[in-house]
């Protein structure tokens, strides 16, 4: 079977790109879960390059049809979407500081030892290495 420019088409189901926050993939995220990651297609051609890229004139046709394409879309869903967020908040934040909670309780002892150990272990290794590691301040 052929796929888009007569590439033989991928085997499986097509790749869910559940990076893209603005419409999960529910049905991919009950399946998989949030943390499984999917591979980026191949590019269209051996040089990565789209026909017509050159061509300052349709580069920018394209791009405003795309953004009008992609409103048209978006406004079909955010409405629903609008609902939906706020509901994934009161989900997730409380079920987020109950899990770091008993993280924090259930190795209490690992966490003092590297909150005394990392920075001192940090610049030990900067030092023999020299390089210099950013972080945050405290």
């Known amino acids: 079977m052929r796929g888009a420019g007569g590439r033989a088409a991928p085997r499986g189901a097509a790749p869910a790109y559940i990076g893209w926050s603005d419409l999960p993939d529910l049905g991919f995220i009950g399946r998989h879960g949030l943390t499984m990651s999917v591979p980026a297609l ?3 051609s051996p040089s990565g390059r789209a026909a017509g890229r050159t061509d300052r004139a349709a580069q920018q046709r394209r791009e405003t049809e795309g953004r009008a394409a992609a409103k048209e879309f978006k406004d079909l869903y955010s409405p629903l979407q609008s609902l939906w967020w ?3 908040s009161a989900v997730r934040d409380p079920l987020r500081t109950a899990r770091r909670t008993a993280f924090e309780a259930a190795h209490r002892d690992e966490l003092r030892a590297l909150e005394r150990g990392l920075l ?4 030990e290794l900067e030092h023999r290495h020299g390089l210099t590691v950013g972080h945050s301040v405290p």
């Open 120 to 123: 001192p272990r940090i610049r």
């Open 42 to 44: 191949p590019p269209a």
């Open 86 to 88: 706020p509901e994934v």
